[in-house]
């Protein structure tokens, strides 16, 4: 009782000027205390149950060792503050969704290894929900073939809800699956061309600093990220504030955070293309022999980055890697330095899948 009355005593403090204390009391005593530890969110793929004219469905196994209806597990709160886990429950089995998808003649098998619903808040144009899974085909003597690391990002309207994205972004990932498997079969599974993923599939630490000279001085800009791998994708986008650091002969900037996203693009199994921009604030310093008195607003920093850059990253890469581009900068503050420059960069990182 002594915990009931405590929770009761919080509600209140933080609710009770919302509608009135007695309402509040009402709404407190019909809520349920099982209803803290979980929520359920009901995701409707809004399939048919069998989308195959003939053949059967395709045999499908869910290795992700949790219930086949069970997507994912996220976190939300009840009453306003208290954090609660959300189930993520499908209308159908996992295996099932996938299966009813694939209409193919082949005697192999698909393995799904991993799936995560996850909402990524680092790109600053596009953020949203991702879809990251691995799947894996084994043929008829059971030995693993092809391999597909997905990655789907799901657009929404303005109105729509968590469940009706996330449903259409599952029956989307099936259906895509199903076209993937059905061009491999006819490819007769050509593995000379085709390597298997060689490490766990989780996130990735991918970690690098940026030098680039400029006329009167360099810039340092230091990013670490923990994201999934990007496969075989042609292009994808990821976000990673990371430190900045500008120093010219007069003055010093640094800012930490900020928003910054990249645009990548898979020129050669060796070469990734990259177009990056950056927004930051942070603080500046000069020397006080060549800035007597400065106004108040000259001692922030506010600044935007953008750069194309050349990277020699192998598919599926683990250990350094370095890349060459042109970086440009216009500061906003201060004003007394000069509003644009631009400069040559170099970068070395690392990647730890």
Known sequence: MLGRGLILCVFLIFNGLEGGISDRITEFRDFRFSELEVDTLRIVTAKEPDSCDSGGQYRVRDERGLPKDLLDIHQTVKLRYIPVDQLLVSDTGLDTLFSREICSGDTGE???????????????????????????????????????????????????????????????????????????????????????????????????????????????NAHLTLDYPEGRQRSWVRGSPGIYYRRSRTSESLSIGGRHQSWNRRLSPALIWRSEIGLRMGFNHFDPEHYDHLAIQELFYAGLTWGNNIYRVLQHHRGIYGGLGIQQHVRILPTVLPRYEAGISLTVGIKLP
Request: hydrophobic residues 35%; proline residues 3%.
């Open 110 to 220: 698909l393995k799904i290894k991993h799936l995560r619903i996850w909402y990524d808040g680092k790109p600053f144009r596009s953020k949203g929900w991702v879809i990251s899974a691995y799947t894996l085909h084994s043929g008829v003597d059971g030995r693993a073939d092809r391999d597909w690391l997905w990655e789907r990002r799901l657009s929404s309207g303005k109105k729509e809800s968590k469940a009706s994205v996330i449903g259409r972004g599952m029956a989307e990932l099936a259906a895509a699956q199903a076209d993937s498997l059905e061009t491999f079969r006819r490819e007769l599974r050509a593995e000379s061309e085709h390597s298997l993923y060689p490490y766990l599939y989780r996130r990735q630490l991918d970690s690098w600093v940026e030098w680039t000279v400029f006329p009167d001085g360099y810039s340092v």
